[in-house]
């Protein structure tokens, strides 16, 4: 069965709220909620505010919107610091009302999670009290005298709001049995339809027909036997969403799913492709929330079927998808009526807890994260780099509507690059005509993405030096004489450490207004080819609290390409420029050192050295030993996961060498340690045709798996000796030894090919895609898993 979409646009909410936005000077902005989204309107004056002084540290501060009254100002003091102060600020920490104005909520799954629908519509309509639970007759459908009576009285509770497509013999037969409920007021809309796990959903009204919804007589003479008009069996979900569940004249803002206790083998192997469908009908603003298994009556606690361990890997990848474990409630087998089903709505009620703060249908759940970018260093190929940054570094971490991004930037048009032949490196000036605002007009949610610009220095110029002056002025003397000595000894390396550091006093200062939960670094000139895991992941994985993330391309030391950190305290440490100079960190040595050069130096300067100052080998002056060794001291765990991403360095079309890794990062390991082949091709086409990654190829490596259902478990897999296809169990392609890709043609007159990239070379392996696709369905390799991480982790 096929259908057309049909889309209704949403009346924008007559919620309006004034703010009053004070930065050097004054102009109003109104708040208007709608829905999810915060859209900020602001007047001709939204302009980035100029330090009232001529002072070169003055800070700026690009408003992309806040739903709070914001007093900026700018506190350019005589010893030339730079800061940007947000005062007296009203985070959008709650911006919904008990209101749940044009939502449609879809729950799609088994009995339990009826039930749980029914207590969360009961709590609503009849705004119960935390301990004023719903009757139990909602949640037991044994406490009726049959099923039909229970569809009634379920049905008429809500008060004339519910229709129900239900039908059920009481000898149960999944046949006979319909249960599709379609709930719908002014301000919500709630819509539940029954899928056992691999079996079928099915129904007997389309979306358009819902209200017409009846309870029907299964028994007896007067027993209903009208047919079906549609059914999608359990691993057909996508196509369940995306031919029925996008008819719906109010578009879904949330898809709630499960497959509970059925076998749900099917759905585990197609979720991939039910996601992406849930997605696309979803929207931006869409919610994605799986709901893993309950504890049955006698376990200790709650197992998870195969579906609920594909959701849960793929929580690490999907921003928009939740995934919710069984949580730890205190249940006695009393509150069973079954082996299954709890008898008592308390249970649901705390169970729904956590579906109500993923749904944020109150004004308690609707709470806004923060979480802060760092991107620092010379622009260099920023404008190739900007958009991937957005997209696959920091939308995955803090997507909205859940989380607000603060993205500090601290650039230089000025650069200064390692050199064979100088000790103090290679010297870039900055260039006039080149300099451009980034991430000045994004098409990121209003309200969610704010950008702080440091427009402090230029790498190696006198700014530069004033500010390392400033910073040296703060500490004790001991700790200024170790910053004076990396400064003299080894400038390129300490210029790039000291920005780094300079960047983190500015988020300090935004730290105490917003509490950040998660810091990520990155440079400005890395590509992200692919999303980054989600938070699940680096929640789910970390060792501790003080881990920090890094990129695996190396395997004895510590990249400072990126950091992932979900700790302030840990965050602190890593930034901290003492912490790096003190004895155990950083040495006087390194690549390309001059040692005569720096001793000459360091007697000008009249500074007395100890012999542990020095490095004993030129590898223990890498930034990257250097970094470790800091984090080892100060007690910081490194971990490392697999990213699809690239360097990206001029000339804009480098020659892509897989082999060299300070051309790439790396995006997953082979058995053999091979570097990053699929990075660095992706990277080599991205930059010399000057596309974005999305007009070039498919940046994400998939697996191919059978459509038809005697082959839905079975992948094709590149053979690396022949270079051709072969089909092998999907499970033992999950993380697949070889890259497979589809190739984007630039001339609209070119097919798309399909590559196999392997032992150092792309082959071509198909090039008739479109008919290729009739007898296998693309899947997404998996990337940030429990199972990549078996491969990836790296010993120490």
Not at 225 to 245: A, H, N, P, R
Request: glycine share 4%.
């Amino acid at each position: 069965m096929m259908a057309h979409r049909v889309h209704r646009s949403t009346p924008k909410s007559n919620s309006v709220l004034a703010l009053a936005l004070v930065i050097s000077l004054s102009f109003n902005a109104f708040l208007i909620l709608q829905k999810y989204q915060i859209t900020i309107s602001i007047d001709e004056k939204q302009l980035i505010p100029t330090p009232t002084t001529k002072d070169k540290f003055g800070s700026s501060l690009k408003i992309h919107g806040y739903s709070a009254e914001l007093n900026v100002s700018i506190d350019s003091q005589e010893r030339g610091d730079s800061s940007t102060q947000l005062l007296a600020i009203k985070d959008p920490q709650q911006i919904a009302s008990n209101e749940t104005s044009n939502y449609h909520i879809v729950f799609i799954g088994d009995s339990i999670l009826r039930y749980s629908y029914l207590e969360w519509l009961d709590t609503i309509q009849f705004s119960r009290s935390p301990k004023n639970y719903s009757p139990n007759t909602l949640i037991n459908e044994k406490l009726s005298s049959s099923w039909h009576e229970y569809f009634i009285n379920t049905t008429t509770h809500f008060k004339g709001n519910m229709f129900c497509d239900c039908r059920r013999s009481e000898e149960f037969d999944l046949n006979v049995e319909v249960e599709n409920r379609y709930y719908q007021t002014d301000n919500l809309w709630a819509t539940y339809i029954q899928l056992p796990g691999d079996n079928m959903a099915h129904g007997r009204f389309s979306p358009e027909e819902c209200s017409l919804a009846k309870v029907s007589i299964a028994d007896g003479p007067d027993k209903d036997t009208s047919g079906y008009t549609w059914g999608y069996m359990g691993e057909d979900s996508d196509k369940l969403i995306s031919e029925y569940v996008s008819q719906f004249s109010r578009k879904p803002s949330a898809i709630v799913m499960n497959a509970g206790m059925w076998p749900n083998e099917g759905i585990a192997s197609n979720l991939g492709n039910i996601f992406k469908a849930a997605k696309d009908v979803l929207g931006s603003e869409g919610k994605m929330i799986w709901r893993a298994t309950s504890k049955r009556k006698h376990d200790l606690v709650a197992s998870t079927s195969p579906a609920d361990d594909a959701a849960k890997d793929w929580s690490y990848r999907l921003p928009y998808l939740t995934y919710q474990a069984f949580p730890k409630l205190e249940i006695s087998p009393s509150e069973y009526f079954d082996d299954n089903h709890f008898g008592n709505s308390r249970i649901y009620r705390e169970w729904n807890a956590d579906l109500i703060q993923a749904l944020g249908t109150s004004l308690e759940a609707r709470k806004r994260s923060h979480r802060v970018f760092i991107i620092v260093g010379a622009v260099r190929t920023l404008h190739k780099t900007e958009e991937s940054i957005l997209e696959n570094m920091i939308f995955p971490i803090c997507p909205p509507p859940d989380c607000v991004s603060h993205l500090v930037l601290h650039l230089s048009y000025a650069d200064n690059r390692p050199s064979t032949e100088n000790h103090d490196g290679e010297s870039i000036s900055a260039d006039g005509d080149k300099r451009r605002d980034f991430f000045e007009n994004t098409s990121w949610a209003e309200g969610y993405l704010s950008v702080h610009r440091l427009d402090g220095y230029e790498i190696g110029s006198q700014g530069e030096q004033s500010a390392m002056d400033v910073m040296e002025k703060e500490e004790p003397e001991e700790v200024a004489k170790r910053m004076k000595i990396f400064r003299i000894s080894d400038p390129r390396r300490y210029s790039m450490w000291f920005a780094r550091a300079w960047a983190w006093r500015h988020v300090l200062k935004l730290h105490d207004l917003f509490d950040f939960d998660f810091f990520t670094f990155g440079r400005p000139d890395l590509l992200w080819l692919i999303p980054v895991p989600t938070l699940e992941f680096f929640k789910d994985f970390s060792e501790d609290e003080s881990t920090v993330w890094m990129h695996d391309a190396y395997f004895s030391f510590a990249p400072d390409t990126f950091a992932f950190i979900q700790n302030f305290e840990a965050a602190n440490k890593y930034f901290s420029l003492p912490l790096l100079v003190q004895k155990g960190g950083a040495c006087i040595g390194g690549p390309n050192f001059d040692r005569n050069l720096t001793i000459s130096r360091l007697k000008i300067a009249n500074i007395v050295t100890d012999d542990d100052d020095w490095c004993s080998n030129e590898s223990e002056g890498w930034s990257e030993h250097t970094l470790l060794r800091k984090m080892k001291k100060v007690s910081l765990t490194d971990r490392y996961f697999p990213a699809a991403a690239a360097l990206v360095r001029e000339p804009a079309n480098p020659l892509c060498e897989p082999l060299r890794p300070y051309y790439t990062v790396d995006w997953i390991k082979h058995n053999r340690n091979n570097i990053a082949h699929f990075a660095c091709l992706a990277a080599d086409k991205v930059i010399s045709l000057g596309k974005s990654n999305e007009e070039v190829l498919e940046t994400r490596p998939f697996i191919l798996r059978g459509k038809e259902f005697a082959k839905s478990s079975t992948c094709l897999t590149l053979s690396s000796a022949n270079y051709t296809l072969h089909e092998a169990p999907c499970k033992n392609v999950t993380v697949p030894q070889e890259q497979l890709f589809v190739s984007v043609s630039a001339s609209q007159s070119s097919k798309s090919l399909l590559y196999g990239y392997s032992e150092n070379q792309a082959v071509v392996l198909k090039d008739d895609i479109e008919k290729f696709y009739d007898d296998w369905t693309a899947v997404p390799a998996e990337l940030y898993s429990k199972h990549t991480l078996d491969i990836v982790e790296i010993q120490q």
